[in-house]
């Protein structure tokens, strides 16, 4: 059974940057796509990003596009979530994922999820 770990959630002013790490499981961390869902209070756990096993194909969905960047490093078996200007609306838990199977789009269904880690940007 795979496992993920995620870490890096915090507090932050909006404008403010973090950086949220998930370490996986696995001794065949490069055949796994990964990515970042969140949920918020109140709403429905909603896709942020999918990285493909060599990290050369990246799809984003258009609320974070231009200001979270995902990258992996498939020696440290780890995948990282840089977010950059942070917006109030960007507060949420934000749950890492993976599966097998590569996704170019929103509609990705990961087999495999994190804990989650908490994500605040106060205004």
């Known amino acids: 059974q795979l496992q993920l770990v995620e870490s890096g959630g915090g507090l932050v002013q909006a404008g403010g940057s973090l950086r949220l790490s998930c370490a996986a499981s696995?001794?065949?961390?490069?055949?796994?796509?990964m990515g970042w869902f969140r949920q918020a209070p109140g709403k429905e756990r909603e896709f942020v990003v999918v990285?493909?096993?060599?990290?050369?194909?990246?799809y984003y969905s258009d609320s974070v596009k231009g200001r979270f960047t995902i990258s992996r490093d498939n020696a440290k078996n780890t995948i990282y979530l840089q977010m950059n200007s942070l917006k109030p609306e960007d507060t949420a838990v934000y749950y890492c994922?993976?599966?097998?199977?590569?996704?170019?789009?929103?509609?990705?269904?990961?087999?495999?999820w994190g804990q989650g880690t908490q994500v605040t940007a106060s205004s």
């Open positions: 696995t001794d065949i961390f490069r055949s796994y796509a």
């Open positions: 994922a993976a599966d097998l199977m590569f996704t170019y789009g929103s509609d990705w269904s990961p087999a495999f």
């Open positions: 990285i493909n096993g060599s990290g050369h194909i990246t």
